[in-house]
T-cell receptor, first 113, second 114 residues
Framework: TQLLEQSPQFLSIQEGENLTVYCNSS?????LQWYRQEPGEGPVLLVT?????EVKKLKRLTFQFGDARKDSSLHITAAQPGDTGLYLC?????????????FGKGTKLSVKP | NAGVTQTPKFQVLKTGQSMTLQCAQD?????MYWYRQDPGMGLRLIYY???????DKGEVPNGYNVSRLNKREFSLRLESAAPSQTSVYFC?????????????FGPGTRLTVT
């Protein structure tokens, strides 16, 4: 069974701090996605990374796909209370059923004002 | 354009009761999915439908059945609910976007089985 391990599991920081969350696997993925989920809502897609070594920026969020396509990181600069939520990574493996994703267990981020 | 809608939003069942969770999408997507989300377990795939007329088991299908009624609608049925099925259930849909499937989720159904 392919697994995506996310760390840390929980993160509580003050507004204005920087943070990085990680998503690691022993398996190679054709693409990796990051979702954010707010309490009482479904996950919302933030980004898809496709190429090994790829870096994508979304305002204060920077996403990186590892060179070997086995891991990814999400870096948030100057975190704000609005960044609070559960961050999920999800990978699509080569040869898998179309559209099927493997999800990590998530990193729960709390940003205090 | 409502995206993915789910009904009901909350449900309490007694052990042994049955119910159907409804899901509809208005994005003309071919693929639809049912997940459950439990604390510390992440999202686990129950069933999926790659296209209208087809359904397949995911990681945790036991105790559930599905119906892809048409391209828009994908329902999940619990025939005899058990406390282990207490969870938050999410429906999602996807279409090929730039060669990678991006999933759109509904708001979830919070189910408690007593």
């Amino acid at each position: 069974t392919q697994l995506l391990e996310q760390s840390p599991q929980f993160l509580s920081i003050q507004e204005g701090e920087n943070l990085t969350v990680y998503c690691n696997s022993s398996s190679v993925f054709s693409s990796l996605q990051w979702y954010r989920q707010e309490p009482g809502e479904g996950p919302v897609l933030l980004v898809t990374v496709v190429t090994g070594g790829e870096v994508k920026k979304l305002k204060r969020l920077t996403f990186q796909f590892g060179d070997a396509r086995k891991d990814s990181s999400l870096h948030i600069t100057a975190a704000q209370p609005g960044d609070t939520g559960l961050y999920l990574c999800a990978g699509r493996n080569y040869g898998g059923s179309q559209g099927n994703l493997i999800f990590g267990k998530g990193t729960k981020l709390s940003v205090k004002p | 354009n409502a995206g993915v809608t789910q009904t009901p939003k909350f449900q309490v069942l007694k052990t042994g009761q049955s119910m159907t969770l409804q899901c509809a999408q208005d994005m003309n997507h071919n693929s639809m999915y049912w997940y459950r989300q439990d604390p510390g377990m992440g999202l686990r795939l129950i069933y999926y439908s790659a296209s209208e007329g087809t359904t397949d088991k995911g990681e945790v299908p036991n105790g559930y059945n599905v119906s892809r009624l048409n391209k828009r609608e994908f329902s999940l049925r619990l025939e005899s609910a058990a406390p282990s099925q207490t969870s938050v259930y999410f429906c999602a849909s996807s279409e090929l976007a730039g060669a990678h499937y991006e999933q759109y989720f509904g708001p979830g159904t919070r189910l408690t089985v007593t």
